[in-house]
C-alpha cells in the first residue's frame, strides 16, 4: 500500500513538471509588433522582432515581407534623358517613357554627308558634283601637252593644236592680290599653240572655260563679268588685267561668293609661220581649301553655239580637257 502510494506521488509530480516550467518553448514570430512568442506557453522572448521591409522600388515603397506594411515613398523613376535612337530609360528599372527623339540631320552638301547635329551620325554620302553627275571626267594633268581641236576663227574647219595647263599656285606672298578672310588665291596658267595649215590659214579659235567641278549651275547662273562696268579699284595694280568676275561657289553648305580674272601672256598672237601661242594666268579667289575649280579647254565649235542656258556638260566633247585646282596639289608662291 506505502509503494503504491509513492508512485502515485511520482506520477503527479511528474506531470507537474512537464506541463510547468519543464516544457520546451516553442517560440514563433506572431506579429512584428511583439517579441518572439511560445506557442504553448505564451511566454515572450527579448524585444519585438520588428518588421523586415524589402527595398523600395521605383513604384513601390519598401514594404515588410511578413505583415505588408509599407514604409516611405516609392523611389519614382530616374529617367535618363531621352536619345536620338532610344527613349528616356529609367536607369534603376529599366522602364521607358515618351519615345526617341530621333536624328536632326543637316542637309548633305557637296563635302559633307547628311549629319545629326545631336549625336553626331551621318547618313548617307555627300551630293554627286555636277561633274561626276554629268559624266564628265578630269582628265588633265599639269606640265603636259595634249592635242586640241577646235575651230579655227572662221569656223571654216577644224585646226589641231596642243594644250598644256602649268603654274598652279597658291598665291600668298602677291601683294597686288586683295586678301579677304577666309579665302585664297590660286594661279594657273593655260596654253595652245597652233602650228597646222588650218589655223595659219583661218586663225584659230581657242574654247577656254572655267568651271566648278561641284555646282556647274550655280557657278554659271551667279557668274558676272564686270568687263566695261570698271573695275574694282584693287585690282588696278594689275595692267592688263581683263575679265574680272563674280561667281558663288557652294563649300560646306554655305555660297562663298568667288572672284576671278585673267591676265594675258604678253606675247599672245603669231610668233612666225605657222607658229602661233595663246596664254593666260587665270586669278581664283575661292574660300580657303576649296578645291572645285576647274579649269578646261572644250572645242569651240561655231556649228554648236554656246547659247545662253547651256552649260559646259552641254558644251564638251570626249575630247574636252579638264583640270581641277586642288590646293594641296599646288605650289606655293
Ligand atoms: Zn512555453
Ligand atoms: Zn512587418
Ligand atoms: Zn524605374
Ligand atoms: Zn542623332
Redesign the pocket.
Known amino acids: 500500500m506505502k509503494r503504491i502510494y509513492y508512485l502515485f506521488v511520482f506520477a503527479v509530480l511528474s506531470t507537474m513538471l512537464l506541463a510547468g516550467c519543464g516544457?520546451?518553448?516553442?517560440?514563433q514570430i506572431v506579429s512584428c509588433d511583439a517579441p518572439l512568442t511560445?506557442?504553448?506557453?505564451?511566454?515572450t522572448e527579448g524585444e519585438a522582432v520588428g518588421h523586415d521591409f524589402s527595398k523600395a522600388t521605383c513604384t513601390e515603397p519598401a514594404k515588410c515581407t511578413r505583415c505588408g506594411e509599407t514604409q516611405g515613398e516609392a523611389l519614382g523613376h530616374d529617367f535618363s534623358e531621352a536619345t536620338c535612337t532610344e527613349p528616356a530609360k529609367c536607369k534603376r528599372c529599366g522602364e521607358t517613357q515618351g519615345e526617341a527623339l530621333g536624328h536632326s540631320f543637316t542637309e548633305a552638301n557637296y563635302q559633307d554627308a547628311a549629319v545629326c547635329t545631336v549625336c553626331g551620325t551621318t547618313e548617307g554620302s555627300p551630293l554627286t558634283p555636277g561633274f561626276e553627275a554629268h559624266g564628265l571626267k578630269i582628265n588633265a594633268t599639269l606640265d603636259t601637252d595634249y592635242p586640241y581641236v577646235t575651230d579655227t576663227y572662221d569656223g571654216e574647219a577644224d585646226t589641231v593644236g596642243t594644250a598644256r595647263i602649268s603654274d598652279f599656285k597658291i598665291c600668298r606672298n602677291d601683294s597686288r592680290l586683295p586678301e579677304k578672310d577666309g579665302y585664297v588665291w590660286l594661279s594657273i596658267h593655260m596654253a595652245v599653240e597652233f602650228t597646222d595649215d588650218a589655223a595659219w590659214m583661218h586663225g584659230y579659235r581657242p574654247g577656254i572655260c572655267l568651271e566648278d567641278y561641284y555646282d556647274i549651275e550655280l557657278h554659271d547662273d551667279t557668274f558676272r563679268n564686270y568687263e566695261g562696268y570698271g573695275l574694282p579699284e584693287a585690282y588696278r595694280a594689275f595692267a592688263n588685267l581683263t575679265n574680272y568676275s563674280t561667281y558663288n561657289v557652294n563649300f560646306h553648305g554655305i555660297d562663298y561668293e568667288c572672284e576671278r580674272f585673267t591676265v594675258p601672256n604678253e606675247d599672245n598672237g603669231w610668233m612666225g609661220d605657222h607658229l602661233a601661242r595663246s596664254g593666260f594666268t587665270y586669278y581664283f579667289h575661292v574660300p580657303e581649301g576649296y578645291d572645285g575649280t576647274v579649269a578646261g579647254f572644250y572645242h569651240y565649235d561655231f556649228a554648236h553655239p554656246w547659247d545662253a542656258g547651256l552649260y559646259i556638260y552641254d558644251m564638251a566633247d570626249d575630247n574636252s580637257l579638264f583640270y581641277k585646282l586642288d590646293p594641296a596639289l599646288a605650289s606655293n608662291d
Open positions: 516544457h520546451e518553448h516553442d517560440f511560445c506557442a504553448i506557453c505564451g511566454k
